[in-house]
Structures are given as structure tokens and as C-alpha cells.
């Protein structure tokens, strides 16, 4: 299962989401690209906005909370949201 952790200042994605074979795993490739255009669109803006650490899973740590920073990881979260509706058993999102 692919667990999404949201903090105020971090969001941690990791786990596989066991849908289909490796390779074959529609969850985890929506995922991985919802994510990494989110992380990049984020960085192509500012790249002081955020860090980055991909070591095993992904943890996004925000160091500064803009409006337009604030409005694509709402919108990541979103999209990651609407993923969880249909694929429950394999995307598990929490709020702390």
C-alpha cells in the first residue's frame, strides 16, 4: 500500500501499491507522476521552496509556504485524493 503522510511543513509517499506486477502498476506510476510534476513544477518556480529526499520513499519537506507553492501540493493532494476514491486498498492518505 502506498501511504501518504500530510504535515504542515512535509509530506511523506512510500510503499508500493501492490495493484499489478512490477512495472505493470497503474496506481504506482499515476502516482510516481503525480508526485515527481508536482516536485518539479515546485522547483522549476523556486527551488528554495522545498527539499527534496528520495531515498526509498519521497519527503517533501516545504520551507516556504506561497500561494502559488501552497496551490500545487493542494492540487497533488487532491489528485492523490481522487486516486484513493477509486483504489482504496492501495492508497492510504492521513492528515496529522
Known amino acids: 500500500m502506498i501511504k501518504v503522510l500530510i504535515k504542515k511543513d512535509e509530506i511523506s509517499i512510500s510503499g508500493h501499491a501492490l495493484y499489478d506486477e512490477y512495472g505493470k502498476d497503474i496506481v504506482c506510476a499515476a502516482v510516481s507522476s503525480t508526485?515527481?510534476?508536482?516536485?518539479?513544477?515546485?522547483?522549476?518556480?523556486?527551488?528554495d521552496a522545498i527539499k527534496v529526499n528520495e531515498?526509498?520513499?519521497?519527503?517533501?519537506?516545504?520551507?516556504?509556504?506561497?500561494?502559488v507553492v501552497d496551490k500545487l501540493l493542494n492540487n497533488m493532494i487532491n489528485l492523490l485524493t481522487e486516486l484513493q476514491k477509486d483504489y482504496k486498498d492501495n492508497i492510504d492518505i492521513r492528515r496529522c
Open 35 to 47: 508526485v515527481i510534476t508536482t516536485i518539479n513544477g515546485i522547483l522549476s518556480i523556486d527551488k
Open 55 to 67: 531515498k526509498g520513499s519521497v519527503r517533501i519537506e516545504i520551507l516556504k509556504h506561497t500561494d
